[in-house]
C-alpha cells in the first residue's frame, strides 16, 4: 500500500520560513525505484481549486509563477523524500499543501499539512 507522509507545516509569520516534508511508501506497484517518480507539491485554499505549486521530476524543477523565487522543491532518493523549502511567505501563500507522486498511470496523494501565515 502507497503512503505519503507529509510533515512540516504549522502557523508562521509573514515573511517566514517552513520547510514541508513528504515520505514515501509502499511503492511497490509498480515495482519502479523512486528516483523516477514525478513529485510535485499542490496547495488548496478554502474556496480555491487545488494548484500545483512546484513539481521535480529526475532532471527538471517546476514552478507556479507566484512561488517562485521564494519556494524550492528538492527530494533525497535515498530516503523516498520530498522537500518544499518556503521562504518569504505571505498570507496568500495559506493553504493545505499536499505532496502528489505520479508514475503513469498511477497517481497517489498524501492527507495534507496545513500552512497558515499570519501575524
Known amino acids: 500500500q502507497v503512503q505519503l507522509v507529509e510533515s512540516g507545516g504549522g502557523l508562521v509569520q509573514p515573511g517566514g520560513s517552513l520547510r514541508l516534508s513528504c515520505t514515501v511508501s509502499?511503492?511497490?506497484?509498480?515495482?519502479?525505484?523512486?528516483?523516477?517518480?514525478?513529485m510535485a507539491w499542490y496547495r488548496q485554499a478554502p474556496g480555491n481549486e487545488r494548484e500545483r505549486v512546484a513539481v521535480i521530476t529526475s532532471h527538471r524543477t517546476e514552478y507556479e509563477d507566484s512561488v517562485k523565487g521564494r519556494f524550492t522543491i528538492s527530494r533525497d532518493n535515498a530516503k523516498n523524500t520530498v522537500y518544499l523549502d518556503m521562504n518569504s511567505l505571505k498570507p496568500e501563500d495559506t493553504a493545505v499543501y499536499y505532496c502528489n507522486a505520479k508514475y503513469a498511470p498511477y497517481n497517489y496523494w498524501g492527507q495534507g499539512t496545513q500552512v497558515t501565515v499570519s501575524s
Open positions: 509502499g511503492l511497490t506497484a509498480p515495482r519502479v525505484r523512486f528516483s523516477v517518480w514525478t
